[in-house]
């Protein structure tokens, strides 16, 4: 899955970094690298256009950032608010840039969520329905029982 993976981002004009080089072969990077030196193969950096590889890195370095927070919450340390906040908008940017980098997959995640949520809304109102039977079934029972009492007593 890995190797076809790797394949198709090659075939889709993704960069051939070593990396995926290694992951489409199935050989490992170490091997490869020492191939493409003793080969003198012109390896040509991931640039600008490698948009997934770069918002994995940010995304690292903002986990990264996140896990200090943490610590220093777990060692008692004051967290600042500030610092909070530049990592919330960090991260909410880079999930704009990966909707934008992949909208059909964003797209299809959202017409996911949406029909989940009109799920839950359904059920949340065919419990509502079942509530308001019940309410109506024992009020008419009830009502049921006190015209039959009064007709009894009645008579």
Do not use: C, F, Y
């Not at 080969?39 to 940010?58: N, Q, Y």
């Not at 964003?106 to 109102?125: G, Q």
Request: zero cysteines.
């Amino acid at each position: 899955m890995a190797r076809l993976h790797a394949l198709r981002i090659l075939a889709e004009g993704g960069h051939a970094t070593i990396e995926r080089l290694a992951m489409a072969s199935g050989r490992s990077v170490a091997s490869l690298r020492r191939l493409a030196r003793d080969e003198g193969w012109k390896l040509v950096e991931a640039g600008p256009l490698d948009v997934s590889a770069r918002i994995r890195k940010a995304a690292g370095m903002v986990l990264g950032k996140v896990e200090e927070l943490g610590k220093a919450a777990e060692n008692g340390g004051n967290i600042d608010k500030g610092a909070i906040d530049g990592l919330i908008a960090m991260i909410r940017g880079l999930e704009k840039i990966g909707e934008i980098m992949r909208p059909e997959e964003a797209a299809r995640e959202n017409h996911i969520r949406d029909n989940e949520d009109l799920a839950e809304t359904l059920r949340r109102i065919e419990e509502r329905i079942v509530e308001l039977a019940g309410e109506l079934a024992t009020r008419m029972v009830e009502e049921k029982s006190a015209a039959a009492g009064g007709a009894q007593g009645g008579a």
